[in-house]
């Protein structure tokens, strides 16, 4: 059973359009919600995170937008640039414990330029 | 900034035969976690350690076993391998404080013919 649902499952973006990824979680005991960027070959790199208290969290193009009624989360990458093109994964952790995470099943990004 | 740093980056073995991944954290970080992607997927937690005890559990077969250093690095051992085994094995540290977050090496590629 999949904890953290993750959609679509791959997206092409025009550059300079907005990147959306969407995530639905089944277990309210989560508290912390990150979305991590994977290229080829390498691991994944932790991108932006948010915890249940607040609704949204931006850092530079990348926008968190959090749900808790819904149990959803979602990515926005503004202005998205070909070199953003690459697997995102967002995942989610129970209190105390944010290195053992639940992954999304992971959407791959294509920007055209 | 030191990264995570995990040895071998590509590993070919045979059925039945055992494999040692190694994994270097971030200096400081006192927490070290591995997990498994196989092709397409997402990363599934196998197993963590802090302060050399092993300190959670995930879906890691009974034929894998791992251990922390008292200089903080870990090693993942398989043993019997199975084509089955045949992933990405990422590696990744953090602080123990609850807030701090997961950061991933660039894995191991093993493959088993």
């Known amino acids: 059973q999949q904890q953290v649902k993750q959609s679509p499952q791959s997206l092409i973006v025009q550059k300079g359009g907005i990147s959306i990824i969407n995530c639905a979680y089944e277990?309210?005991?989560?508290?912390?919600f990150p979305w991590y960027q994977q290229f080829p070959g390498k691991g994944p790199a932790l991108l932006i995170a948010?915890?249940?208290?607040?609704s949204e969290k931006k850092e530079g193009r990348f926008t968190i937008s959090f749900n808790k009624s819904a149990k959803q989360f979602s990515l926005h990458i503004m202005d998205s640039q070909p070199g953003d093109s690459a697997t995102y994964f967002c995942?989610?952790?129970?209190?105390?414990?944010?290195?053992?995470?639940?992954f999304g099943q992971g959407t791959t990004l294509q920007v055209k330029p | 900034a030191a990264g995570v740093i995990q040895s071998p980056r590509h590993l070919i073995k045979e059925k039945r035969e055992t494999a040692t991944l190694k994994c270097y954290p971030i200096?400081?970080?006192?927490?070290v976690y591995w997990y498994q992607q196989g092709p397409g997927q997402d990363p599934q937690f196998l197993i963590s350690?802090?302060?050399?005890?092993?300190?959670d559990k995930g879906s890691i077969p009974d034929r894998f076993s791992a251990q922390q250093f008292s200089d903080y690095h870990s090693e993942l051992n398989m043993s019997s391998l199975e084509l089955g085994d045949s992933a990405l094995y990422f590696c990744?540290?953090?602080?123990?404080?609850?807030?701090?977050?997961?950061?991933f090496g660039n894995g191991t590629r093993l493959t088993v013919t």
């Open positions: 990744a540290s953090k602080r123990q404080a609850s807030n701090s977050p997961l950061h």
């Open positions: 277990n309210t005991a989560f508290d912390y």
């Open positions: 948010i915890r249940p208290d607040v």
């Open positions: 995942a989610a952790s129970r209190p105390g414990n944010t290195g053992k995470l639940i």
């Open positions: 200096p400081r970080h006192d927490t």
């Open positions: 350690f802090y302060e050399k005890m092993q300190s």
